[in-house]
């Protein structure tokens, strides 16, 4: 969000704001199709923020496709060998939510060569 709104600091105080003072959580849903949010849990069930992790699933979605987050188990996402300290019996489960579509459609400037005026989807 620091990037996003390098500019305009009323944009990143409004969006902050929002999110901060929001209700309800905003960019996921609760769906069996969409963009998958790809976060593994430990044993005690806390959320497993491993970059080398994540790369991993990066590299896994683009040669076989989003598709397999729900194909695959955890054992077979997973790097080979994985281990991590809070899960000592190497138990894991994955996050079954998705993105919302909006935040999912919202990001795909941030992949792009050039701005435009008009991104189209489809």
Known sequence: MEKFFQETLWGKLKMTNMIKDRKDWNISRQ???GAPIPIFYSENNQPILDLQLINHV???FEK???EIWYEWDC???L???YNHPES???IFTKELDIMDVWFDSGTSYSILPQIKDVYLEG
């Open 79 to 81: 790097p080979p060998n």
């Open 88 to 90: 000592p019996n190497g």
């Open 64 to 66: 076989h496709g989003i």
């Open 31 to 33: 769906r069996t199709w």
């Open 58 to 60: 990066a590299d896994l």
């Open 75 to 77: 054992k077979r996402l």
